[in-house]
């Protein structure tokens, strides 16, 4: 199946390259191409750039937008009305960084990112927050863990969104593990209890209960 990455940093890269070895077709986007062209030759033939991000939807049944936070709006207005059948996956930590490295969070306690991104989409885009739970190196040396697969945890508030990530998840070569609606994505996030989490399926059922 093929799978439109918009977004071709550290954590997009990631997660073409893990896609692309189990087998999924990536349509690649980035701002400036670069990132994107040098990804795909990479990749191989599994990978194409996209003239834009819009034309990365183009027989894609999923979207990663692989940007950050403070972007994602944008891009997400851009190209609304081809979201509207599609799996929409977002990574996306609400967190910026100033000149001296510090971390801050971008939204108001209490507020979680998958709901501010609920709000962004059109009606009909299927909205999970996912593959943003690892840092990107963690996130590469972690799938395909054996013997035991460790926990990719995701959040989403529509079961045909789960049941299409969780296909992703497993193409990325992890075990997929819903923790809630997108209110519980804060969770997932820089900060949250379960980010940077490298655990198998037990341990990770049981962190959930614990909240
Ligand atoms: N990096 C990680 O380890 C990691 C792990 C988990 C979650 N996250 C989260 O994932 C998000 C992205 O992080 P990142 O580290 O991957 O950022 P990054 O390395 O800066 O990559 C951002 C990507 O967005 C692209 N971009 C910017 N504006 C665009 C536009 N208008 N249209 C298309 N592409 C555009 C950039 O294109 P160019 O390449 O052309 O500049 C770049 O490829 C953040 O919210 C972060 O919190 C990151």
Do not use: C
């Amino acid at each position: 199946m093929t799978t439109a990455v918009i977004g071709t940093g550290g954590i997009g890269s990631a997660i073409a390259r893990q896609l692309a070895s189990g087998g999924e077709i990536l349509r690649l986007s980035s701002a400036d191409k670069e990132s994107a062209r040098t990804l795909a030759a990479e990749i191989g033939r599994a990978a194409v750039v996209a003239v834009d991000n819009r034309d990365a939807l183009q027989g894609a049944e999923a979207v990663v937008f692989a940007l950050r936070f403070p972007v994602l709006k944008g891009v997400m207005d851009e190209i609304a009305d081809p979201l509207t059948d599609k799996l929409v996956v977002v990574p996306s930590n609400p967190v910026g960084i100033d000149a001296q490295g510090n971390v801050s969070r971008l939204l108001p306690a209490g507020q979680s990112s998958g709901e501010v991104v609920a709000g962004w989409l059109p009606a009909g885009a299927r909205l999970a927050m996912a593959f943003g739970t690892m840092s990107a190196h963690l996130f590469e040396s972690s799938s395909h863990r054996s013997p035991e697969s460790a926990v990719l945890f995701y959040a989403t508030d529509d079961d045909r969104a789960g049941e299409e990530v969780e296909r992703l998840i497993r193409t990325a070569g992890f075990e997929p593990m819903k923790v809630g609606g997108v209110e519980q994505s804060s969770r997932l996030e820089v900060g949250g209890d379960l980010h940077e989490l490298v655990v198998g399926p037990a341990e990770a059922r049981s962190l959930i209960g614990e909240a």
